[in-house]
Nanobody, 124 residues
Framework: QVQLVESGGGLVQAGGSLRLSCAAS????????MGWFRQAPGKEREFVAT????????YYADSVKGRFTISRDSAKNTLYLQMNSLLPEDTGVYYC?????????????????WGQGTQVTVSS
């Protein structure tokens, strides 16, 4: 198993930036596909970005492409999400997730482990 703890959320004005972190512990971090998801009030959890084992392969939701960057540091067992040019519609609880597989996936149901989430609020 792996345990995930997100941090870095907060309140920011539109156009600003935040960097989220997800610290992993337990089973070897490097063997997992990692992803970021978000959930706005009254809406379903949605895919944001995912990254492969080595960090060389990434995939983004169209809504964040060009603004967000997912990365991982296996030496620190940490996943990151750099969010730039934030919009009010980026507001929500952001979750990191781990998937014990071999390919990038975007469906929440494919992920095996989840963090508790961190709130991101973007004001207009």
């Amino acid at each position: 198993q792996v345990q995930l703890v997100e941090s870095g959320g907060g309140l920011v004005q539109a156009g600003g930036s935040l960097r989220l972190s997800c610290a992993a512990s337990g089973r070897t971090f490097s063997i997992y596909i990692m992803g970021w998801f978000r959930q706005a009030p009254g809406k379903e959890r949605e895919f944001v970005a995912t990254i492969g084992w080595s960090g060389g392969t990434t995939y983004y939701a169209d809504s964040v492409k060009g603004r967000f960057t997912i990365s991982r540091d296996s030496a620190k067992n940490t996943l990151y999400l750099q969010m730039n040019s934030l919009l009010p519609e980026d507001t929500g609880v952001y979750y990191c997730a781990a998937e014990d597989g071999r390919r990038l996936v975007v469906a929440p149901g494919e992920y095996d482990y989840w963090g508790q989430g961190t709130q991101v609020t973007v004001s207009s």
